[in-house]
């Protein structure tokens, strides 16, 4: 009994260990490309544009840099070039991001009923409204594991400020007697 609990916990700890390296690599990144020179962000910007293309030595550098390990490689591909786009706010839901941009529901709805791939595929058109930075921790883990639960907390970043500023727009425009 004493051995299932020691493997037990030495499975989450690595479990956390994962997690906490996958978190300061998305902060990381999403710093790096902030301060890296105008035509490195956009041969950034250009990955993934052409199927048989291999990445710049800007994407390297990064891989280099944050020990990007060869089975984590097409999850960078996908999320570099929105990384360029969108700065890394530290706290910033990226469901609020896209409900202060005015993102349909519609698409928000569809988006999240994609399968994983597709919705890495998809991201960038589904971001290209929001012209503010979000938390990439959050969209990074959301876009790598694409869990039931991760997709409804951008669900519900996405809904409850949508139905905060729907609110406050209500509150502003009513009646004042």
């Known amino acids: 009994m004493a051995k299932t609990s020691e493997v ?6 690595t479990a956390r260990e994962v997690g906490r390296s996958m978190s300061s ?3 990381g990144v999403a710093a790096y490309i902030v301060n890296l020179p105008r035509g490195d962000r956009a041969e950034l910007r250009r990955i993934g544009r052409w199927e048989a293309e291999i990445p710049p030595e ?3 550098r990064i891989v280099a840099r944050y020990n990007i390990a060869p089975d984590e490689e097409d999850f960078w591909l996908a999320i570099i070039p929105l990384m360029v786009h969108h700065e890394h706010v530290r706290g910033r839901k ?19 009923r994609l399968t994983r791939v597709k919705a ?6 589904l971001f290209s409204q929001v012209k ?10 959301l876009l790598l594991n694409w869990k039931e639960e991760d997709r409804r907390t951008l669900a519900r970043g996405y809904f409850l400020s949508r139905d905060l500023q729907e609110g406050s727009a209500a509150s502003r425009g009513g009646n004042t007697r």
């Not at 990226?94 to 999240?112: F, I, N, T």
Request: proline share 4%; no cysteine; net charge positive.
């Open 58 to 60: 800007v994407f390297w």
């Open 25 to 27: 690599k998305l902060s």
């Open 8 to 13: 037990l916990s030495t499975e989450s700890g």
């Open 120 to 125: 890495r595929a998809e991201a960038g058109r």
């Open 132 to 141: 503010t930075g979000f938390d990439w921790v959050k969209l990074g883990f």
């Open 94 to 112: 990226p469901g609020r991001a896209l409900a202060e941009a005015g993102v349909s529901p519609a698409r928000v709805r569809k988006w999240l």
